[in-house]
């Protein structure tokens, strides 16, 4: 087995194991933009690791997620990375320490784009855990669901560009990726609370929230519709669908949708 072959067999085992979002829409793709997707993919969830991560504190959060963003915006070195991240290698998951085999996978065309959106996930990552991500108001969280996942949307139409020309609006992609962000905020309010986090802003509702929630999601509505490709459309169709059906749920009262209700989604939009 060739080592690209080798290196996309543990992308998709990796894959499998760090989205319950991305995974299925990803593995319906046609190469090379599954292989594409599932590497720019890693490539995000490698920092957002760092960003969660619930035994390393703000301090070092911070630097790690600064100094990682400086070497992909200024050319990634995978031993400098590994030495970076050396004091802290038996703490961080796989995706993490082997950011640098996701960035070999990526296609050359399209690598540079993933760093940058990268890069620019985890700087504006490092400044939300220097301010211990303390949202206030809706520029804070507009700002907040930017970095973790509105960027995730800029790089997805990246992706599209470079693989047949598809143009989408940037700020509908945002949108994209803001309401699955608005969504994730939603059903783990309590947990967040928990462990001293809170990504509402204050003095709002949980109504308030599934306002802001529903107004992104009508954004990726609106991004859906310059979306002509079908292997793409599917991809953008099933995580908006999950995202909707978990909001009916979570109004319902109930945490999560039931993975009969996730087989339903997928099996519909497949067969549209």
Request: charged share 30%; glycine share 6%.
């Amino acid at each position: 087995m060739s080592e690209t072959k080798k290196l996309q067999k543990d992308a998709n085992v990796i894959l499998k194991q760090t989205s319950r979002t991305f995974y299925i829409p990803i593995t319906l793709l046609k190469s090379p933009l599954k292989e594409t997707v599932a590497s720019a993919y890693l490539c995000m969830r490698a920092v957002d690791e760092i960003e969660d991560h619930e035994e390393l504190n703000s301090d070092i959060k911070a630097y790690l997620l600064r100094s990682v963003s400086d070497l992909l915006e200024h050319g990634f070195d995978d031993a400098v990375y590994r030495e970076l991240l050396g004091p802290y290698e038996l703490l961080l998951p796989e995706v993490t320490l082997r950011l640098g085999d996701w960035i070999r996978l990526c296609p050359d065309g399209i690598v540079t784009d993933v760093k940058e959106s990268t890069g620019t996930m985890a700087r504006g990552m490092a400044e939300w855990a220097e301010k211990d991500w303390d949202v206030k108001d809706r520029a804070d969280l507009d700002d907040y669901t930017y970095y973790v996942a509105g960027l995730v949307g800029v790089m997805l139409s990246d992706i599209w560009e470079w693989y047949d020309g598809t143009q989408t609006n940037r700020e509908q992609a945002i949108g994209y990726g803001r309401g699955l962000q608005a969504v994730n905020i939603l059903r783990n309010q309590d947990e967040d609370s928990e462990r001293g986090v809170n990504f509402v802003p204050d003095g709002w509702t949980r109504d308030d929230m599934f306002a802001y929630t529903e107004y992104n999601l009508a954004q990726a509505d609106a991004y859906m519709n310059d979306i002509h490709t079908r292997t793409i459309k599917l991809f953008c169709r099933i995580p908006l669908a999950l995202a909707k059906q978990t909001i009916k749920a979570l109004k319902e009262g109930r945490e999560k949708i039931s993975r009969n209700e996730v087989e339903t989604i997928v099996e519909d939009i497949k067969d549209d």
